[in-house]
């Protein structure tokens, strides 16, 4: 299986591309012609640049509007064909992308953009070289791949094929099926993009927000299924238009990219067990039951402090490590540790990013399996130094350096046996509902590769919420079953709660923990009474609660006192929770949350109440 | 004329919102529903805090998908309007906005709604209220005024009438025309919004890009004219949801917010000279000659390196200050002036953002007018303090603190007379052709709406340039004649070479500035000769113009030995220009132009070649 990628799709300079393609596994790349142009080096300099580093030049671009203009124009155009040939020789590529004319000036006649064609078909042989026509999704006359075939086979010419891309003939809603009429041998290449799910206009669409397959929503899958079951079985390759990925550094992008197809292939596979493609594949997925324990990194003083911060929440110190300045926490199946060993992985952890979640643990059944696709996918696993008798806990490092331990197997605690443990006395959480990580602006994407490929975890829809500087983008990550839950939040403004919290990070990090209470409404009188302060809510916030869903029983009422805030979805399940203050100026802080009947959301008509109430505090 | 704004256009919390809309000038608000909400005190309290600050709260809008759905939901909202009701009565807010239901649930039956309507406007009337109907550009049975105007009409009750905002009307391509039917007194609001011309769901476009009046394409002052030439007194409200808005600073938000409509205002007059409305208007714009000087702020050997790099272009010493450590520089009728005084407004520029443009004097007839212009939009004037037979210039202070002197009369050289002068041996350019200024994202909406209250200049639309580290957004305000033209340009990625260049600047600033020249060839082949380094373009860059425009007489294959670049609108214009390497590390540049026959454009398909030169060269 070749393996490639269009220049276009990450950052940098020519030389900079091509190092970390090459770098990221990808045995083909498609040569973007800007890429080119803007290259101070002849095309015989780049073709042996490219063979250096174990690359085939899969594809070049070099013009669009062809087909279908004024003699006088197209005469000129083909005239400009011979040229990119020519260069093409140079370049060593023997493949070249038509798009289909995307000017007003084209005309509509079949038969005369079949005579154009087939005319560049003819020059193209000449040069050895196979065009590859492709419909536009906003292409003037050609603008749906059947559109593209119907004059391919019209023009019936060894030299021009058909170029099929993902985005343009899902994002136009058409699917592959069974494509009997088109011959496999005529399919020159293919293209594959992802995309999230956008109203707008779909030039824009493509040029901005194209992303790897399995960071979107598009059903690539089933594209790359139906494709394989055909019979391609040629390169696959991905082209991104993303203003992100054009900004972000060029390494991280390409490495995730050749992920995006191994994952792809994983996914076709499934799909098609007997095929005798050889696709990728790696361990079967674990299952997932949810956060054992989370894990900060901390000094001395901070992890006093966070103790502080943790005890008006009915926590109590659980255990003591044997050999390390490490405290455990507890309330019910909350379990939080606090690690302040000096010149251990955490304190390393802390001196990069101060206080923070450095690690969290979750319950699996297949713990091997996770370890093995980690590796598959090209991310790193950990083993801290442990003591003679102690546990070993493997774990797998996230894109932002914090590890995810796996703990095999629900409800055996066998990395208790590390600690000294004490009783504690309180059991109002059942545990960790979820872990909302704050993300810098363009690592979103990382981030749902890493969970999606190596976890296979699912991704909802993005929403926004107004924080008073600047909108905030949240999107869930979540296991199949939802015992894991990750709210992924970013901010593009610098000065949202949010976003001030990832800067003081120095990268990413905890914005907050839910912990999941059975019945919030007690367990929050209980604490409060002892002394816990919540996070000061608006009065007009329970006005408007009793304005949108009526008295609702009397529920409604008891709120105000409790500062506690309240959800309704549409099918009647309710959602209570409580926040507390930011710990250290807004690092980070703690919820207390209670799902009532099947809700699954996250409260997000409170968040900006939640939002106002933290510029508030401070 | 009362002007508002509601509160949701600006960030920040309720309290400095206010603050900031009182201190704009306006006189009305509009309380978004969110900012009370959010807000840790009664409405009793917001309406207090709104009389201190002398602001009548102009407008309420509390809920969405009123009409129209199940009989028992309705009962429901009827009785969620009533809280409203109450709650409008302790805001001291007589005015409700009811937006037409966007639920695909609501009924298509024109009689249910109206039968809808009609009980929230008995409703309203028991409590002195007057509820606005306003078509949502997306509704699902009511999207354009029309559609809200029959049904209020068939209500017929003193307590409904129709909210009109701009965005909702014109996105949908309707004009207001004349109105015949429409009763002046039915208008219970209006709502102003421009935005720029977006091909995307209307929804999303009117959720995050719309902008205040001026800044945007919309025909906004066509639309103030029919409104006010129909009689229409009342408020104008602007309610704007713009993502950078809500992000930026909220002062001069609120600023621009005022700004906009005095501008909007100064429009309508215009097209209504006869019309007693009591309509903003200042003085007549002036007519612009050009760019006389530029000045940049140095230290004493920044000053050394400056002329350094101005002397291979031609340049030489004209002459010395009488009185300041100030130079001029000159080629033919290109000025620039290096200005390193200590302790002087420059020196203060020079220790805020390094070597940089502290100043631009433009050649005007009706500099007086201008400076009216600006005090009366509230910008602040300058004036240096000077010897005694020096000359006076006056400045107005551009939104990065900088300064444009205004000098009166083309072809007077007075400020010449501060100068020992002596003269230059070249004449190889005619002037500035144009400045193009980086700015911090987030910034360009004010120094449109600057550029555009001021003096009037002229936007062209935005398009998109690719640095190799992210996109560039590039936009170009001109005087009305283009004699001054300015490229503003932007990034969102911190790594581009604009981005790099407006942070070391701490603020906005020049990135390149651009000399005319009338032989671009002749000009540049002598100074290359001379020394000259141009920035170095890649041979394939060469390649590719022959397969674009063919041989086109000989003169492309003049341009590889020079590093000149080319493009050619469609039309059959042609541009030529050069740049130099940045000076300082990226802090700026110099570029040579000729603009052949009646080329308007900045080279645009060349700057990608030359933002990856710029990362080739560094």
Redesign the interface.
């Given at each position: 299986m070749q393996r490639s990628i269009a220049t276009v799709s990450v950052?940098?300079?020519l030389p900079?591309k091509l190092n970390a393609i090459a770098a990221a596994g990808f045995d083909g790349v498609e040569i973007f012609?800007?890429d080119?142009?803007?290259?101070?080096?002849?095309?015989a300099d780049v073709r042996q640049m490219c063979a250096d580093l174990g690359l085939t030049i899969t594809l070049f671009q070099?013009?669009r509007d062809f087909e279908g203009m004024s003699r006088q124009q197209f005469a000129?155009n083909l005239?400009?064909a011979r040229?990119?040939f020519d260069?093409m020789q140079q370049l060593g590529c023997d493949k070249m992308l038509l798009c289909s004319n995307v000017s007003p000036q084209t005309s509509s006649s079949f038969d005369l953009q079949v005579s154009d064609l087939a005319e560049i078909a003819a020059l193209a042989q000449q040069f050895a070289i196979e065009v590859g026509y492709e419909a536009l999704a906003w292409g003037t006359h050609v603008n749906r791949f059947r559109d593209a075939w119907a004059r391919v086979k019209a023009v019936d010419s060894p030299a021009l094929g058909i170029v099929l891309d993902s985005f343009h003939i899902l994002a136009r809603g058409d699917r592959l099926g069974a494509m009997e009429d088109i011959p496999v041998e005529k399919i020159t290449f293919l293209q594959l993009a992802d995309a999230p799910l956008?109203?707008?206009?779909v030039?824009?669409w493509s040029r901005h927000f194209r992303c790897f397959p399995g960071q979107g929503e598009l059903p690539l899958a089933e594209f790359a299924r139906d494709l394989t079951a055909k019979g391609y079985r040629g390169p696959w390759s991905l082209e991104i238009f993303n203003?992100g990925f054009?900004?972000f550094p060029t390494a991280p992008t390409a490495k995730d990219g050749y992920r995006s197809l191994l994952w792809l292939e994983e996914q076709t596979r499934k799909r098609l067990p007997e095929s005798d493609a050889p696709l990728f594949s790696s361990a079967p997925l674990a299952r997932y039951d949810g956060v054992e324990f989370i894990e900060f990194a901390a000094s001395e003083d901070d992890a006093c402090a966070l103790g502080a911060a943790l005890r008006p929440l009915g926590f109590a110190q659980a255990g003591e490590h044997r050999s390390k300045k490490v405290e455990l926490w507890r309330n019910g199946g909350a379990n939080v540790i606090i690690n302040h060993q000096p010149h251990s992985w955490a304190d390393n952890f802390y001196q990069r990013h101060g206080v923070s979640l450095c690690a969290q643990a979750w319950r699996v059944k297949g713990a091997a399996q996770l370890l093995k696709r980690a590796q598959d996918y090209g991310y790193p696993l950990w083993q801290e130094a442990h003591g003679p008798d102690e546990r070993e806990l493997p774990a797998i490092c996230a894109p932002d350096g914090s590890l995810i331990y796996l703990i095999e197997s629900a409800g055996e605690e066998g990395w208790h046996a590390d600690f000294h443990l004490q009783p504690t006395p309180n059991k109002d959480f059942t545990g960790i509902d979820h872990l909302a990580l704050g993300l810098p602006e363009g690592s979103r994407d990382n981030w749902v590769m890493f969970f999606r490929s190596v976890f296979g975890f699912e991704l909802d829809s993005e929403y926004s919420l107004?924080?008073?500087?600047?909108?905030v983008r949240s999107q869930v990550l979540h296991s199949p079953c939802r015992t894991i839950r990750l709210p992924l939040n970013m901010s593009?403004?610098?000065?949202?709660q949010i976003a001030r919290s990832v800067a003081s990070y120095q990268g990413s990090g905890l914005q907050h923990v839910a912990f999941a209470a059975n019945d919030l409404l007690t367990t929050v009188t209980r604490l409060e009474a002892q002394g816990m302060q919540p996070l000061?809510v608006?009065?007009?916030?329970y006005?408007?609660l009793?304005?949108?869903y009526?008295e609702s029983g009397g529920l409604l009422a008891t709120l105000p006192a409790l500062q506690a805030l309240y959800e309704r979805d549409d099918r009647g399940n309710a959602f209570l929770h409580i926040y507390t203050p930011p710990f250290r100026e807004g690092r980070f802080f703690f919820e207390i949350v209670e799902r009532k009947g099947d809700y699954q959301q996250y409260g997000a008509s409170n968040a900006?109440?939640r939002l106002?109430?933290m510029?508030?505090h401070q």
């Open positions: 950052s940098g300079t900079e012609e800007n080119l142009l803007y290259y101070p080096g002849s095309p070099p013009f000129a005239e400009r040229r990119k260069l956008m109203k707008m206009d030039l824009e203003d054009r900004a107004p924080d008073p500087y600047g909108l593009q403004s610098r000065d949202t000061a608006p009065a007009n916030y006005d408007d009793l304005a949108r009526g900006a109440v106002a109430a510029q508030t």
